[in-house]
């Protein structure tokens, strides 16, 4: 007979134990052996992260730290008195993930060596990933080294529903980008459409201004149409999305707050990053 709630709760933990067979490739399992972690890229998000780190949130050891710049990299260590290493290469034997938060070509030109020493990483330049021959073979190297690519949902609010909704058939994916002139490194005093198009062509134009784009075409598995605006009168990082299909309309409208010291990055970028390193740890996953 099928054991009420009360009587299952009741029961000590080992009368509790069914026999399930484990396999040693459970996700759960692999995740919740990523407890050292390195860092290629010093900037804003970085710091957001390693101050966290510092007061002993983040869940893993975030310890070795990599930028082209020396020093940011030596800065960034002091804080959670971890190594600076001058060549990415000499954090790989120490870490068992790595976190990407430099640039699109640092993706192409060091995260392949990072999954070929068989590490998982954590990307957050997805525009580097909009190259679909580049995104497979990243995703053949995970495979083979068996490791894994975390893509965390960045300043793009809705991934979740997003995702889901790619089960069944998207019809039209678009976003509209609105941030100050002083992100795009221009100044206007009217608000000024910089790009309208694909976001495969927008992410030439913005490399490190189009990840939210990247992201909806990567879940979306469908050409995202952007329009990028400079807009003085906006004091966030402004993003509209509108995502149809099968299962209905998704309309998402964000006011992120720009970072200090980068304000082409918002905060909200590094706040997902922490809480996927934190949910490494965590028995409760939330959210698709
Ligand atoms: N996924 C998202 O939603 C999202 C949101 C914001 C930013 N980003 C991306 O994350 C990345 C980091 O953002 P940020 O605001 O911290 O940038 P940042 O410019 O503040 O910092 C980047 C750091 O990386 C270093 N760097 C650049 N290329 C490097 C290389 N090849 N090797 C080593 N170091 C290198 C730079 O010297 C700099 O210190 C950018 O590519 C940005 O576009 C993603």
Not at 48 to 70: C, M, P, R, S
Not at 121 to 148: P, R, W
Not at 187 to 194: A, F, I, P, R
Request: a positive charge; aromatic letters at 6%.
């Amino acid at each position: 007979m099928k054991k009420g709630i009360d009587e299952f709760l009741s029961l000590e933990d080992d009368q509790a134990t069914f026999n399930f067979i484990k396999s040693p490739h459970l996700t759960a399992e692999l995740e919740q052996t990523i407890s050292k972690v390195g860092i290629i890229g010093c900037g804003a998000i970085a710091e957001i992260i390693t101050n966290f780190a510092a007061k002993g949130k983040l869940g893993v050891e975030l310890q070795y730290f990599h930028d082209q710049n020396w020093t940011k990299a030596k800065h960034m260590a002091a804080k959670v008195n971890g190594v600076a290493v001058k060549n990415f290469k000499d954090m790989l034997n120490y870490v068992d993930l790595v976190v990407e938060a430099a640039s699109p070509q640092a993706v192409v030109d060091l995260i392949p060596t990072v999954l070929k020493a068989g590490k998982h990483v954590m990307i957050m330049s997805l525009g580097a990933l909009m190259d679909i021959n580049f995104k497979d073979y990243l995703e053949n190297l995970a495979q083979k080294h068996d490791s894994h690519i975390y893509l965390p949902s960045g300043a793009l609010v809705g991934l979740d529903g997003i995702r889901s909704a790619s089960i069944g058939k998207i019809k039209e994916v678009y976003m509209i980008t609105r941030k100050s002139p002083s992100s795009f490194g221009i100044k206007t005093n009217q608000e000024t459409v910089l790009f309208e198009g694909k976001a495969s062509d927008a992410v030439v134009k913005f490399p490190t201004n189009i990840n939210v784009a990247a992201a909806l075409t990567i879940v979306c598995g469908m050409e995202a149409k952007v329009k990028i605006i400079a807009d003085p009168s906006v004091k966030f990082n402004c993003h509209d999305i509108h995502v149809s299909g099968d299962f209905g309309d998704i309309k998402t409208s964000t006011r992120n707050q720009a970072c200090d010291i980068n304000t082409k990055t918002s905060l909200l970028a590094a706040y997902s990053a922490i809480k996927l390193l934190q949910s490494f740890k965590q028995n409760l996953k939330i959210g698709t």
